[in-house]
């Protein structure tokens, strides 16, 4: 019998681990006899005018024959000043849940994916067509602290109730992390309190957590051939630079890890290469000229996919000094899993938020907002440290980091869905 996956998410060209997650989840799908792989998302020139950091468009690894990428067209014109892609969305996946196809639809993002797929299921099945389809949302970081928690602290009851409401109708309810679980609970208890509802004890309950899902293989299997030519087009070294690779957005503490790097005795001796895009893509340029290190800091605005597990594997060093924000707080981080899969060199980062139980004990820590501890764990980890002792370190980061490869994660989401379609035919 046919399977579809259909997977609604902010998908490639976006710069964000969950793009990569979708990507990693849909491959995963067609190793386990999915048939019939969908990522359903935006089109390219919204993405472009939302003002989210994208890749370069000729940079995009392609999917693996079996997945569709669809892209549906708003509906309406300039007379439905919001919604009208929202409404494509909605559309296609009606189309969808209602050919006859048995469907597993994974939502990343409550707002608006899950929404919106609330909404496709509620309009399926009002058609009196066959609808067999089962629901998973994925909460992750800014879902409760860009949307709910937002909501509650303004009190805007609706608001927050229809994000709630929505995650608690999907048949499986998963979270990044249990940090991001706790967020929930946290804004639901807040709720319940204000208005007396009783969606706190729901979550409590229903939310599990699904950790985000990677391709181990992409960075544990970086040839030394491949690592240096592509090193070599950047006019890098591997085991001579100092790396950032994410968004650049200020909860990422990149004015920390630049202040930082400009007062260690590392600066002396290695560059510091930050790779990314994001709001705040001018705004570090400015910061790094200010620093009178503009020679020693390099920014590459341009990274391909395939570059990526390259110029990781390649560093000296990955530093992520993440900060909790009021708009972001580090619910996982992907970004260092990937670091640790790829074995460049040490991790250094901040215990905040979900990190924690990304990278276990396997990083060296620092406080968040700290550039002079930043200093201190570059000098003792790159200086202080012979080779023999970072790699048996990152060897140990590269075991505890494997857990989270894609096959695993995947299998263990089938088996929910197998759950509740065991239980459907029971009842």
């Known amino acids: 019998m046919s399977r579809r996956l259909v997977i609604v998410v902010r998908a490639d060209p976006v710069i964000c681990g969950h793009s990569g997650e979708a990507r990693n989840l849909a491959e995963a799908a067609l190793l386990r006899g999915f048939d019939d792989v969908r990522i359903v998302t935006w089109p390219i020139e919204r993405l472009q005018a939302s003002g989210l950091p994208l890749k370069p468009l000729d940079e995009i ?20 000043p919001d919604g009208r892609y929202v409404a494509g969305i909605v559309g296609r996946l009606v189309e969808l849940f209602t050919d006859g196809v048995p469907t597993v639809c994974l939502s990343l993002y409550l707002s608006p994916h899950t929404l919106a797929v609330a909404e496709a299921l509620r309009v399926a099945e009002g058609t009196g067509l066959p609808v ?16 709910v928690r937002a909501a509650v602290a303004e009190d805007r009851f609706g608001a927050a109730a229809q994000v709630l409401g929505a995650y608690l109708d999907s048949d499986v309810c998963v979270a990044v992390s249990d940090y991001t679980k706790q967020l ?14 009783r969606y706190a004890p729901q ?46 957005g200020r909860a990422k503490g990149v004015d920390d890890l630049i202040d930082g790097y400009a007062s260690s005795e590392v600066r ?45 594997a ?57 550039p002079a501890a930043v200093a201190t764990a570059l000098d003792e980890t790159l200086l202080g440290l012979d080779a023999d002792a970072r790699a048996a370190w990152s060897a140990r980061a ?14 263990s989401l089938l088996a929910k869905v197998d759950a509740v379609t065991a239980l459907r035919a029971a009842s």
């Not at 699904?210 to 299997?221: G, L, Q, R, V, W």
């Not at 290469?273 to 920014?299: K, Q, W």
């Not at 000094?321 to 640790?340: D, Q």
């Open 203 to 248: 979550c409590r309950e229903r939310v599990e957590v699904s950790y985000p899902a990677i391709d181990t293989t992409e960075y544990t299997n970086v040839a030394e051939e491949h690592r240096d030519q592509v090193l070599a087009s950047r006019g890098l070294q591997a085991g001579r630079y100092v790396l950032y690779l994410s968004r650049l």
């Open 314 to 370: 390649g560093s000296l060093a990955y530093v992520l000094p993440s900060k909790p924000r009021p708009e972001f707080t580090e619910t996982f981080g992907i970004a260092l899993v990937e670091a640790m899969l790829a074995g460049g060199g040490p991790v250094i980062t901040c215990d905040t938020g979900g990190i924690g139980e990304a990278v276990g004990s396997h990083a060296r820590f620092v406080p968040p907002s700290d």
């Open 132 to 147: 067999n389809v089962v629901t998973i949302a994925e909460a992750v970081g800014s879902d409760i602290t860009n949307v």
């Open 61 to 80: 690894s392609p999917y693996s024959p079996g997945i569709v990428v669809e892209r549906p067209a708003p509906v309406g014109d300039y007379k439905v």
């Open 184 to 197: 929930i609970v946290a804004a639901a208890e807040e709720l319940d309190a204000r208005h007396g509802t």
């Open 398 to 411: 590269r075991a505890h980091a494997l857990q989270f490869d894609r096959a695993p994660i995947f299998d």
């Open 268 to 312: 002396h001796h290695w560059p510091l290469v930050i790779c990314g895009n994001g709001p705040e893509r001018e705004s570090l340029h400015a910061y790094a000229e200010r620093t009178g290190l503009g020679d020693r800091i390099m920014f590459l605005h341009d990274v391909s996919d395939a570059e990526k597990p390259a110029l990781m």
